[in-house]
């Protein structure tokens, strides 16, 4: 804005030649212009990364300076080469003296106390850097200063487990859509009789550091059965034909990316639906946490515009959206088989707390939410999000409550409509209650806001009826299911 007029100043010699000298250097800088953005972001960022590329850029502007002050003979030659040497000597000093490398010194000032940075690389896509908490219980996958994941968390691993374990049988063509930090795929490893694993991400350094940081990718690259796709999640599902049993996503949350918007939208889904075989299921991470109640709404409603089937399943965190052309069936016996496979349920284990342990049928079970018609009676008043009207691209977190839950919860489906999707439910009538007091104490626990209210309510309870000599359980039980407290009820 500074530059041009002082340029303009300078070529025009002849006003009645204004136009067309000013227009020749308007048309040289768009030239410039858009050479310097093919060259910059697919050359330079590219194979030399930030800093050198910044450093290049600075010392041609000093060499452009030193060549137009050489043009002023009462400049000395001996004046101008100081500048530039000054700047490769203090160059050399910051990156090779003091290990001064631009990305990593921002991002360790960004890290917090308890956190050592693992590794930084730049790429086309921006900086991508892991870091891990100095006791090493979690590592953390950042994208352009936005945490897209972390280990030790139960939900990330649960919600691979959810569509393997209600299939009819067994997917053998699997994909995962934004792969990220691979965390949400572990549990898709762990059946032999998965066949093809093609992993797409768009960005190839996030692959490389989740698979270099993270133990639950330990031997991923050595997979036969995996194949890694540097491409676009939206470009991928709509130019390759290809078609799978289990299409598996959980892209960034659009109020961290407004990139991701699109991933909402029901022609994205009406792509991935075409990506599934006739007896296929696909599988996307409804972010409650991170959508406003009429954000919620509208995703749910894209997605039941999508699929003729569809149901919403507790992952522990969030919740799952699974969708399918054909009805689902669920195979109770079939599902308890798989959860006793032994890494299966180590893992579960391992990586869930007692009271959200999938790795037990009830808890697993309970987990179901709402079956397709209950999903559609939640997102009825929602607006379809499309590509022309992709209305996450403006999200911004400001929003959010916990009233989205609460839409969710007001539609609970009936265990009796539940028992239909299963072909057996041996002792239903008896479990019933149980399983609907385990389900309420589930939702209490995606109150995430609220949660903390409960459990402080649920204690001091506790502390009263402990003062009593003669107190039972039973006694405090009654009390809570009086109160309307059922979570903490099931937790008794």
């Not at 109150?447 to 405090?476: C, P």
Request: overall charge positive; charged content about 20%; proline content about 4%.
């Amino acid at each position: 804005g500074a530059t041009f007029p002082v340029v303009a100043k300078f070529i025009v010699t002849d006003l009645r030649e204004v136009g067309s000298q000013v227009g020749r250097a308007c048309a040289l800088n768009t030239v410039g212009c858009i050479l310097g953005l093919l060259c910059s972001g697919f050359v330079m960022l590219n194979f030399l990364g930030l800093q050198l590329s910044l450093y290049i850029l600075f010392g041609m502007n000093l060499l452009l300076s030193a060549v137009l002050l050489a043009a002023n003979r009462q400049w000395s030659w001996r004046y101008l080469s100081a500048a530039p040497l000054s700047v490769g000597v203090a160059a050399v000093i910051l990156i090779q003296c003091l290990n001064l490398h631009l990305p990593q010194a921002i991002l360790r000032t960004r890290c917090h106390a308890n956190e050592e940075l693992l590794e930084v690389r730049e790429g086309l896509t921006g900086i991508t850097f892991a870091t891990k908490s100095k006791d090493g219980s979690e590592a953390h996958l950042w994208d352009n200063g936005v945490r897209i994941s972390r280990g030790g968390r139960s939900t990330f691993l649960a919600q691979g487990y959810i569509p393997m374990l209600i299939a009819p049988r067994i997917p053998r063509d699997v994909l995962g859509l934004a792969f990220g930090a691979g965390l949400s795929y572990y549990g898709v490893r762990l059946f032999p009789e998965v066949q093809r694993l093609d992993f797409v991400d768009i960005s190839s350094d996030n692959i490389a550091v989740a698979l270099a940081h993270f133990p639950e990718n330990a031997g991923l690259k050595n997979d036969h059965r995996v194949r890694f796709i540097v491409d676009d999640a939206y470009s991928y599902v709509k130019y390759n034909a290809t078609q799978y049993d289990l299409i598996l996503m959980e892209p960034t949350p659009p109020r961290y990316g407004y990139q991701t918007a699109t991933l909402y939208t029901q022609e994205f889904y009406e792509l991935a639906r075409r990506r599934l075989t006739d007896d296929g299921c696909f599988a996307q991470v409804l972010p409650l946490n991170d959508l406003s109640p009429e954000e919620t709404v509208n995703v749910m409603r894209a997605f039941s515009a999508s699929f003729p089937r569809c149901l919403l399943w507790r992952n522990g965190w969030d919740c799952l959206m699974l969708g399918r052309v054909r009805e689902f069936h669920l195979d109770l016996q079939a599902i308890g088989e798989r959860l006793k496979r032994p890494e299966v349920r180590r893992t579960l284990l391992e990586s869930a707390p007692l009271v959200d342990n999938f790795s037990d049928l009830g808890n697993f079970i309970s987990g179901l939410l709402l079956t397709d018609e209950c999903f559609r009676a939640a997102a009825s008043g929602g607006k379809i999000y499309t590509n022309d009207n992709a209305g996450l691209r403006f999200s911004t977190g400001r929003n959010i409550t916990t009233d989205n839950i609460r839409n969710i919860h007001a539609h609970l489906s009936p265990w009796r409509d539940i028992r239909k999707l299963f072909n057996k439910f041996p002792d239903f009538e008896q479990k019933e209650s149980w399983l609907t007091m385990k389900r309420e104490y589930f939702m209490t626990r995606l109150y995430a806001t609220e949660a903390d209210k409960f459990y402080a309510a649920f204690l001091k309870y506790i502390q009263r009826y402990s003062r009593k000599k003669n107190a039972d359980l039973q006694a405090l039980h009654m009390y809570l299911l009086e109160r309307n407290m059922t979570a903490q009820a099931a937790e008794v």
